[in-house]
């Protein structure tokens, strides 16, 4: 019998079940990447129409690249400096099922399709 001395990590690709939805109860909104800022902020388009700055939690800043274009969950802080946090990344296969159940305008995608 043999066993392994090296420590495997848990990974399950981020598949946990269904993917998150954007909520009025919660305040979530999804948005689109407009520009990395750097120090774990990002500047997003979200589907209100309005800029926030977004930033990115330290258990996602370690385990998720977020990049220009990438569609993300998005919950505002409710403060006027327009601040707020990234609560998912969207994979493509996640941002067609969302444009497919209309919650998720193509004209915030832009020209490039997500």
Not at 15 to 30: F, Q, R, V
Not at 47 to 65: E, T
Not at 71 to 98: A, C, N, R
Request: some cysteine.
């Amino acid at each position: 019998m043999r066993f392994s001395l090296v420590k495997q990590k848990n990974r399950d690709n981020g598949s946990k079940g269904e993917m998150p939805l954007p909520s009025d109860e919660e305040g979530t909104m999804i948005c689109v990447v407009q520009k990395v800022i750097g120090a774990g902020f990002l500047e997003v388009i979200c589907s209100d129409g309005n800029k926030y700055k977004a930033w990115i939690p330290g258990k996602m800043r370690r385990r998720v690249w977020l990049h220009e274009r990438d569609t993300i969950l998005f919950l505002p802080w409710g403060t006027s400096d327009m601040k707020g946090e990234v609560v998912h990344k969207y994979q493509q296969s996640e941002v067609k099922e969302l444009m497919q159940k209309g919650l998720l305008p193509k004209d915030l995608l832009g020209e490039e399709g997500g």
